[in-house]
């Protein structure tokens, strides 16, 4: 027998770890990462120890109820729509078989490409008085009849618009809960007598209520950042108090403060969806197999159709259909050139963004990996919350922290005084993007990583690797759809990002999402239908893309 | 020389779980180690910390009278030198089979490291499977493309962390002789964690018993059989009777009893003899090669008895001990 031992190739044992060899080096560059995205949060927290002005007091008395109770209705009346709109489909498309049941499934997730302001926007003009709806009514069945349309630019509208756009965040954590779970639970219920309906209530509902809870932050947490949707309507709450103190009274204490109790409330939330989900984890075995899919033949397959289709209609088809209506009227009126430098440097500043994200995520993640210690734990825990905050908020904290730093780099003379280094420029709103959507990243980085037991590192620690080779050549190919889902769904993110953008770009600097928004804001709405609807195309980009990941691993 | 030197070795997991008691070892060249115990007695702890994948809490560990793991400081696992084949294979799902097997021998040129890849492969008798994809392996061909994969680059020593817990019965032991052949072939230092009598016995020069992270007995594989130190050790390799002191003058048994008092006899080494103490046979259970006997003595006591023919149930009959193989 040949002897492998003949060639001399001998593992020579090596010297002791260095401290930094010893995985600390991850865990010191991911700290430093850490500190960098939570420093503008930890300002904000700090400058809340400065007087607050009399504009505070005013706001106290008078607004403060005024906005908790916006936000608080906007939050809830939201969540409402959502879970209406998201689990009985995501049920219907899991369980069963019906007309048109693959594509739905793949749709039912698409109205996340549609920005809410534009949404909004799309709402407001297809029910307002010179709107299709109206104007048809009118020609047709006279004025009465046109009044009995309702009126959306309330509280009650842009809950409705909301839903109807940030449903897929319920939608695909219950379907992907729904794809994940094991046949025999159902089975093991169908064997004992129980129908679809019983079995969806009494043995599939409560497992999947971390799933919807999960997405239900989601929810909440876009719509308390909302600022384009809820300020068109006319709705007072945080979001547009917070603009309202910092953009046109400039009172940056109050913006602050606002900033700081938003936080507070929001954190509360979220803690109690922590709470909520307890010792509950995901059991991800490695055996499941598919639900088999009872049909639904006659009537009621396509009821089963139609609810499966009417989110779509409201967050997807409508908006692009009145976007489509207006760019078809304003098409002759576009500045090409104008609109194409407009989107390249949208794009640009999305990609960087997406890319520094991408890389901050692996950072963080991997060096958890690498060296467990709670520090690092609580870092990326926090690093991670930064989705959580609203977009004003660190938007606000960004400005200030960079105009500190400004006044540093000043009196030490690294740059000439009257030059702005760090506040107010695009480096600014990179980081202002990576605060806010490190978590968009790292997330299904993390789920990547957690895919990849930990044995396939000690595999590869075994044959000679090392961490860093270890990422390059066992997780990276691993983790290619992550991170192509990561860096997609950040991109698009940042794209359509408004109230962070609208208070931190430079002077005179435009993106596709402010473009579009002020435009509507200045009732030239048709005018800003093109530039919608170049966001909505690139949303759903990104959505095919998230989803062909999803879908191929867990479905086919 | 010594390939292997454990001193004083404590590991004690965060939370406070202790995993491992000031464990001693020492493992020569060439030799083939087995570390048993029930789950959870820490020898896969044990494993993991030569392998350098755990820190130890106190103590050190040696390779080649080389320190790599100390209160001083440890040498990581990717330096050491050891290879692992692990449980469930912890094959690369995104490399073919060829990949996997050559990527421990970084570093060497491209013909070398295609020359060693086919002759890992022929060695665990997969020629020609290089191309193929982990998913498209039975169980068994990816536990040998594991084994391939940690074998290429020339190891002094490899870790075996329950190999062939995966495997069925029939595969089980044919790759159990084949990783046994390769190791014994190439000298290769070995340490064999597993939970199955049968592995430690047929395979081990010696076998390391753990019991909540100590180590209760070390020796070969017939002294563990034959004279084990406690009713642990003795059922880890079988059934064993637990013979009180009170009636074992009479049945025969001689030397010191276990720890506890009482006298470890094997089924093997009573019989049923009527110059013997008496009993009635309460139960019998076909073994394949023999029968099992259980018989409840006059004296209350329960025992097992080995026998070649099938006793009668309700029969009664004496026992007694057949030759002097009892505790120490």
């Not at chain 1, 809830?76 to 709109?85: A, E, I, V």
């Not at chain 2, 940690?150 to 032991?173: G, M, N, Q, W």
């Not at chain 2, 506890?260 to 394949?288: C, K, N, S, T």
């Amino acid at each position: 027998m040949a002897l492998i031992a003949t060639t001399t190739h001998r593992y020579e044992i090596g010297p002791m770890a260095s401290w930094w060899r010893h995985r600390l080096g991850w865990a010191f560059t991911a700290v430093l990462l850490g500190i960098v995205v939570l420093a503008p949060l930890a300002y904000i927290g700090v400058s809340l120890l400065s007087p607050a002005g009399d504009g505070w007091r005013h706001i106290q008395e008078h607004l403060l109820s005024r906005y908790l109770k916006g936000t608080g209705a906007v939050v809830l009346l939201t969540m409402g729509w959502t879970t209406l709109f998201a689990v009985v489909p995501a049920w219907l498309v899991a369980a069963f078989q019906f007309p048109g049941r693959r594509a739905l499934s793949w749709l039912l997730a698409s109205p996340l490409a549609v920005p809410s302001y534009i949404a909004a926007i799309a709402w407001a003009g297809l029910l307002d008085f010179t709107g299709p709806i109206q104007t048809t009514l009118r020609t047709h069945l006279g004025n009465d009849a046109a009044r009995l349309v309702p009126d959306i630019m309330n509280v009650w509208g842009v809950s409705f618009v909301l839903g109807s756009v940030l449903y897929p965040y319920v939608y695909v954590t219950t379907r992907a809960a729904l794809l994940r779970q094991t046949a025999t639970l159902i089975e093991a219920a169908r064997c004992l007598g129980a129908g679809p309906s019983r079995a969806f209530l009494e043995v599939v509902l409560p497992t999947l209520r971390p799933a919807i809870v999960a997405g239900l932050a989601l929810v909440l947490m876009e719509s308390v950042n909302d600022y384009g949707a809820v300020h068109y309507y006319g709705v007072d709450t945080f979001t547009t108090g917070i603009f309202r103190s910092w953009l046109a009274l400039g009172d940056v204490a109050s913006a602050i403060r606002l900033a700081a109790v938003l936080l507070v409330v929001t954190a509360f939330a979220l803690g109690m969806e922590r709470l909520a989900r307890g010792r509950q984890r995901f059991d991800d075995a490695g055996t499941t197999r598919p639900l088999s899919r009872w049909h639904l033949t006659g009537i009621r397959g396509w009821l089963a159709t139609l609810a499966c289709t009417t989110p779509v209609l409201a967050g997807l088809v409508i908006p692009v259909w009145m976007l489509t209506r207006w760019t078809v009227r304003t098409y002759d009126g576009i500045v090409w050139t104008e609109f194409l430098e407009l989107t390249v440097r949208s794009v640009a500043l999305a990609a960087t963004a997406a890319f520094v994200v991408v890389i901050g995520g692996v950072i963080l993640s991997y060096a958890r990996r690498v060296k467990h210690t709670p520090l690092l734990s609580g870092i990326t825990g926090l690093a991670g919350a930064g989705y959580a905050v609203p977009g004003a908020v660190i938007a606000v904290g960004v400005f200030s922290l960079g105009a500190v730093l400004d006044g540093l780099c000043h009196s030490t003379g690294l740059v000439p005084v009257g030059t702005l280094f760090v506040g107010g420029s695009v480096g600014a709103l990179i980081w202002a993007y990576s605060v806010r959507f490190l978590a968009v990243g790292l997330q299904p980085i993390d789920a990547g990583f957690t895919r990849q037991g930990p044995v396939l590192d000690e595999a590869a620690r075994t044959l000679g690797a090392g961490p860093l080779r270890a990422l390059i050549s066992v997780h990276a190919p691993l983790l290619r759809g992550s991170l192509a889902g990561a860096a997609t769904l950040a991109f698009v993110d940042v794209l359509k990002e408004l109230p962070l953008t609208l208070i931190l770009r430079p002077f005179d600097f435009a993106t596709l999402a402010t473009h579009t928004y002020e435009l509507a804001s200045e009732e030239m709405v048709p005018a800003s239908a093109p530039g919608a609807l170049l966001l909505v195309g690139f949303g759903l980009v990104a959505v095919a893309v998230a989803q062909r990941g999803l879908l191929s691993r867990q479905e086919r | 020389m010594t390939a292997v030197q454990i001193q004083g070795l404590g590991k004690v997991y965060r939370g406070g779980t202790r995993a491992l008691h000031s464990v001693d070892l020492q493992v020569s060249e060439g030799e083939i180690v087995a570390v048993v115990g029930e789950s959870g007695c820490g020898k896969s702890t044990l494993l993991r910390v030569v392998a350098g994948l755990e820190d130890a809490t106190e103590g050190a560990v040696a390779l080649f009278e080389q320190t790599v793991t100390s209160p001083a400081g440890t040498v990581p696992t990717e330096r050491r030198g050891v290879a692992m084949v692990f449980q469930d294979h912890a094959l690369f799902p995104h490399l073919r089979v060829h990949a996997n097997v050559a990527f421990g021998l970084r570093g060497l040129p491209r013909s070398q490291k295609q020359a060693r890849v086919s002759e890992a492969l022929g060695l665990v008798g997969l020629p020609g499977l290089g191309d193929r994809y982990i998913h498209e392996l039975s169980g068994g061909q990816r536990q040998r493309v594991a084994l391939a994969r940690a074998l290429a680059p020339t190891p002094r020593i490899v870790l075996l962390d329950e190999p062939l817990s995966s495997l069925d019965e029939r595969l089980r032991s044919a790759l159990r002789d084949d990783i046994l052949r390769l190791l014994r072939a190439r000298g290769t230092t070995a340490l064999w964690v597993t939970h199955r009598a049968e592995d430690a016995l047929t395979v081990a020069d010696r076998s390391v018993v753990l019991e909540s992270g100590l180590v209760v007995q070390v020796g070969a594989p017939e002294a563990l059989y034959h004279r084990p130190v406690s009713r642990y050790v003795a059922r880890m390799f079988g059934p064993v009777n637990a013979i009180p002191a009170s009636i074992a003058p009479r049945l025969g048994v001689e030397g010191a009893p276990a720890a506890d008092g009482a006298h470890l006899v094997r089924p093997e080494a009573l019989v049923l003899h009527p110059d013997g103490l008496f009993g009635v046979i309460a139960a019998r259970r076909y073994r394949g090669t023999g029968y099992m006997a259980e018989i409840t003595l006059d004296s209350g006591d329960t025992v097992l008895v080995a026998t070649a023919s099938a006793p009668t149930v309700g029969t009664a009959v004496g026992v007694r001990c057949r030759s002097i193989t009892s505790a120490s």
